[in-house]
């Protein structure tokens, strides 16, 4: 079985931490190496933006990256790469007349509408997961929004020229149907972890005697850190550690680590703030289990891949209860859920966790459980080839691919 993975800004090969770099590219690699370990042979096509990348790289056995010239060999803010996107469809086009896929999944909205373009003439179907809705984003960022203005209808137009939306949540799919999609083409597919990888055995990294909380993820504006350390001044004596963003030999040039540091600065909790930078894959587990609690409190998340991870390494989660962190973590019972914008709650949580170890070590089990049992890569992979079964005939002839 041959399948095409499109996902034009977000290479599985990408350092994680910048500004384009987190959840997507992480899913799009673990769903390809699963798909390769059941059998598949996958071709992940992302844009090319280094001009001394080869064309096509080994990622892991059975899993390919090809990597597609379309506009400039060089970094671009995914905002904007929309003029390129037809370049990139009449390259995947020529590639699928030669070697023909079996089924195509398109991550993102310009996956998709380069996905499009380039598998419907030749009779391919598609499979789309938007990962971020551009309705839900001008929404929450309003002028701040940086999406072209043909985002939209871009999306919407998906809604119907896919075959079948894979959502990542509940709440997506909810967006999805207000605007206008069919219920009956659409199916609930969560992004998953690595339950081995990330688990609540194994070695612990080093910490100080204070309290720690711990934040992972991308450092920019709408993730809420600037609330999480505000909350911080709340909580005397507890340390907020921050993972992400750029080397740590960089972090003094990351104009939002600035804006955070002044205003940990600001509020006197300068020395309670820890600037880790890019933290490899292997280094995460043992930083989850380091902490007392992990603070996920964004704005607005489609997904959120963080507050799986350290549930699945026994961790609790103080989260707002936005996108899909809705639904991962359970108030009261995987952590705690509280409004977006709101550092005065956030203090109360951590308050709440640090006076009660007991429910600390509750939640942190209880999450460990619904991580294994509902986000664990090998359930996610599993369903999302049966997905590809019910929308593609030929899949259903594939050894061990009936559903």
């Not at 400039?72 to 030669?98: C, G, T």
């Not at 005397?236 to 080397?247: H, K, M, Q, R, S």
């Amino acid at each position: 079985m041959r399948i095409a993975i499109v996902s034009e800004h977000a290479s599985p090969l990408a350092v994680l931490g910048g500004a384009d770099a987190g959840g997507q590219n992480v899913h799009v690699a673990a769903l390809a190496a699963g798909l390769a370990a059941c059998g598949a042979t996958v071709v992940v096509h992302t844009r090319r933006d280094n001009p001394d990348t080869p064309r096509r790289v080994q990622l892991t056995p059975g899993v390919v990256v090809d990597h597609v010239t379309a506009g400039p060999p060089e970094p671009i803010p995914k905002d904007m790469l929309l003029p390129y996107m037809d370049e990139f469809a009449a390259d995947l086009h020529r590639e699928w007349s030669a070697t023909r896929p079996h089924v195509v999944h398109s991550h993102f909205w310009m996956s998709g509408y380069a996905a499009v373009r380039a598998a419907k003439p030749l009779g391919l179907p598609v499979l789309h997961t938007f990962h971020a809705l551009g309705v839900v984003k001008r929404r929450e960022q309003g002028s701040a929004d940086t999406s072209p203005p043909e985002r939209i209808g871009i999306e919407t137009d998906l809604l119907s020229d896919t075959d079948r939306i894979l959502a990542t949540c509940p709440d997506e799919v909810f967006e999805l149907l207000r605007m206008g999609a069919d219920r009956h083409r659409l199916e609930v597919i969560p992004c998953g972890v690595d339950v081995q990888h990330y688990r609540p055995d194994g070695a612990v990294a080093a910490r100080t005697a204070r309290p720690r909380f711990l934040y992972v993820g991308r450092i920019v504006p709408r993730k809420g850190i600037g609330n999480a350390i505000t909350a911080l001044a709340e909580v005397p004596e507890a340390e907020l550690v921050i993972a992400g963003g750029p080397d740590p030999a960089d972090l003094r040039l990351d104009p939002e680590v600035g804006r955070l540091k002044a205003l940990a600065s600001a509020l006197g909790v300068g020395d309670r703030v820890r600037f880790l930078g890019r933290v490899a894959k292997s280094g995460l587990p043992s930083l989850y289990r380091s902490a007392d609690a992990a603070v996920c409190v964004p704005w607005y998340e489609p997904f959120g891949i963080a507050p799986v991870e350290a549930m699945a390494c026994g961790v609790p989660v103080v989260a707002t209860a936005v996108g899909g962190l809705a639904d991962t973590v359970v108030d009261g019972v995987t952590g705690i859920h509280i409004p977006p914008r709101r550092p005065d709650m956030v203090a109360a949580a951590l308050r709440t966790l640090l006076a009660d170890p007991e429910l600390r070590r509750s939640l942190g089990a209880a999450g460990r459980k619904r991580a294994t049992a509902r986000y664990a890569m090998d359930r996610v992979v599993g369903n999302t080839m049966r997905a590809y079964a019910r929308c593609a005939d030929s899949l259903r002839a594939a050894p061990g691919l009936r559903a």
